[in-house]
């Protein structure tokens, strides 16, 4: 069993009971009952409640000092990964209830699917799992547990299964129920896999509203002295891709002999699935050293891993870049922006 913890900063009395909506019971071994629970997992789901004396199989995330996460504006906790049945997961929990969900009065609480790029495309499993929350005055936990026994569904567009209303902030802060003793609480869970499967293929496509632009700004100096037919800037980081400009001296293609050639292309496309795409706007620019009237183009462009690099093979003449009154090249130095902003992302299902 994997465990974590984290420590955050007066306490709480401990008492003796279990509080259960409308009843009060004394646990030696497992109690099961149903509850209707139109607010979690799905609008007709039924719940099962449970209490037992057995500790969660596969984690344990205990939160000393939890009543900082509000005074510290923690609105969700997230866990560190964990392996259960052969995939990873992730534990989030939201101390004042899942904002998102309009939840205000019930700590909400999710299990997570998580590093699903490295699985098949159409990937998809089924998996019934229970969220625990250890009552410290009996040394017995409170277990919630989807009642539909053929677990749920992970996939490609669902990665989050849980309960908005795990349990009410008043049952929770309750002193006789000790799921919060001295200002400690232990929650848990067990994922069990009950179905493997490939769907076929699919994508998905997500587009980005109020994208972020980047920049990165190479210097080459002695640049008549370059003898590589191509060179490259330093890697950079735009939108969690990494990227870089390619620049040929002496041009390329079309512009081979009389211009220069200027790209901008995908660091490492090999890190992306065959049907990933990335639909970005970019200007690759030549920095006027002297009156600031900069020489640039630009584009938008489908990059993928089979269209790694757009830009123009006859991006300036030779003739007007050596040229000493525009100031392309100052003192044998060049210097070349790239802007770029990422407006969506399509990826496999």
Known sequence: MNFSSIQLKPSIPVNEFVDLPHIKLSFNSIWYFKVQMASDLDQDGVVSRMVSDVPPTHYITQINMFSQLSKNNIDKYTSSHFHA????????????????????????????????????????????????????????YLILQDAEERGRRFHGMKLEWGYDKFISQDTFKDPENGYLANDTSIFGAEVYIRQEKHTGKGECLSMIKDAVGYKNTWRIENYSGLKEACIDSQVFIAADKKWKIQLYPKGKGSGTGSYMSLYLTLAEPENLTPTSKIYADFTLRI?????????????????????????????????????????LLVKNVCLVDAELTVHGIAKPL
């Open 85 to 140: 049945g052969g995939y990873k997961w992730k534990l989030a929990i939201h101390p004042n209830g899942n904002k998102n969900k309009g939840i205000t009065d019930h700590i909400s609480f999710y299990l997570e699917i998580v590093e699903v790029d490295s699985l098949c495309p159409g990937w998809e499993i089924r998996a019934t799992f229970r969220l625990y929350i250890l009552d410290q005055n009996k040394d017995n």
């Open 287 to 327: 920095i006027d050293q002297i009156s600031g009237n900069h020489y640039f183009g630009k584009a938008t462009y489908w990059f993928s891993a089979s269209n790694t690099t757009c830009g123009w093979p006859r991006f300036v003449s030779h003739a007007y870049f050596s040229l000493s009154t525009v100031g």
